[in-house]
């Protein structure tokens, strides 16, 4: 699980909860219309823009989000290197029998297994970042443009409370508590911005790079397999993706 995702999420919630109740009374801030008009709106406008599959694939990437750890370059490489000893123990041909779950990883033991030419290697990590890229890039594009809708919406709820509000101008105790609803539209829609949609959009787009650089790694660490096929030269090519610290720490 990505701790940071989800204590930056609490955190959050709890500083807004925290300065609600030192104010008043939580159930000030709970209007279920506005509530509707926010998050129904920015629902059903999404769906309008992007088609319903993506809508569903996105929401499942935020959640991959806080749920799977990222996993660092300093990990890639050294699985790397275990590959590498594998191959110089066993053979390149043993590595089409290597278990795991990661795709690249079995495609990469797979080519080595084979013999591949690096410019198979090369044209194989460029296609596969590309299409990762433009698959991550549909995610993120949706959470920003939710995260562009929801204040909107928030606007169109704080407008319909003016109108109902305005509507009883006769009854002057009215005013105040039908302002404060009004305004909650444009409280959901900021919220939901800013503290859901977009700092998801960031992570993801991150988790991005992140899994670029890994397939860099992963495919590097292949063509320098099958060109020396030692361990060590292997961690001396792809320690040069690690930082000076990570390098420091073996």
Do not use: W
Request: net charge neutral; aromatic share 6%; charged share 20%.
């Amino acid at each position: 699980m990505d701790i940071s995702t989800l204590l930056g999420l609490l955190a959050g919630l709890s500083l807004l909860g925290t300065a609600i109740f030192m104010g008043g009374s939580l159930l000030l801030f709970v209007d279920v219309p506005g509530m509707f008009i926010v998050f129904g709106g920015t629902l059903a406008a999404s769906c309008v823009a992007f088609p319903f599959e993506e809508i569903i694939q996105s929401f499942y990437a935020g959640l991959k989000a806080f749920g799977s750890r990222k996993v660092k370059a300093k990990e890639v490489v050294n699985i790397m290197i275990k590959v590498a000893e594998i191959s110089r123990r066993e053979g390149l041909v043993a590595l089409e029998h290597v278990q795991t779950e990661n795709v690249m990883l079995k495609k990469a033991c797979q080519l080595i297994a084979d013999n591949a030419d690096p410019d198979l290697i090369n044209s194989t990590l460029t296609i596969e970042i590309v299409a990762m890229k433009r698959r991550h890039k549909v995610c993120q594009d949706i959470f920003k443009r939710m995260a562009a809708l929801s204040p909107a919406f928030g606007l169109i709820g704080t407008l319909i409370g003016l109108v109902e509000m305005l509507s009883h101008l006769d009854d002057p105790k009215s005013v105040g508590p039908g302002m404060s609803v009004a305004l909650l539209g444009t409280f959901y829609g900021a919220t939901l911005a800013n503290l859901i949609f977009i700092p998801i959009a960031e992570k993801l787009k991150s988790r991005t790079q992140q899994e670029a650089l890994n397939l860099e790694i992963i495919f590097e660490g292949a063509k320098s397999i099958l060109e020396n096929n030692n361990p060590r030269l292997v961690h001396e090519q792809l320690s040069s993706f690690l930082s000076p610290r990570e390098r420091g720490n073996g």
